[in-house]
C-alpha cells in the first residue's frame, strides 16, 4: 500500500511488486522493490531512465538504493551496479 504525491506514478504499485517484496527504495520520481528471489522490480517516471531495470540487475541483488534522480543494486558479491 502506498500514498501521497504521485504525479509520475509512484504510489501505484504494479501487481508484481504487491507480494515477495523484501525491501523498497523510493526517489522522487520512481519506487524500487527487492523481490524474495533477487529481482528488482521498479516504476513511476521513466525519466533519466529511472524504471528501466537493467538486464544483469534483474536477478541476484540483495540491496537496493534510490535518490532523487538515481538507482542503485548490490550484489551478493559485493558489486555494485547503478542501473539508472
Do not use: C
Not at 526517489?27 to 521498479?42: E, F, I, N, P
Not at 535518490?67 to 543494486?73: A, L, Q
Amino acid at each position: 500500500m502506498a500514498w501521497g504525491f504521485s504525479e509520475f506514478g509512484q504510489t501505484a504499485i504494479p501487481i508484481h511488486a504487491q507480494s515477495d517484496v523484501r525491501a523498497i527504495a523510493l526517489g522522487a520520481t520512481h519506487a524500487v522493490a527487492l523481490k524474495r528471489d533477487g529481482s528488482v522490480v521498479s516504476w513511476g517516471t521513466t525519466n533519466f531512465g529511472l524504471i528501466a531495470v537493467q538486464l544483469d540487475a534483474q536477478s541476484g541483488v540483495t540491496a537496493i538504493a534510490a535518490g532523487f534522480d538515481y538507482t542503485m543494486v548490490l550484489f551478493g558479491n559485493g558489486q555494485m551496479v547503478p542501473v539508472s
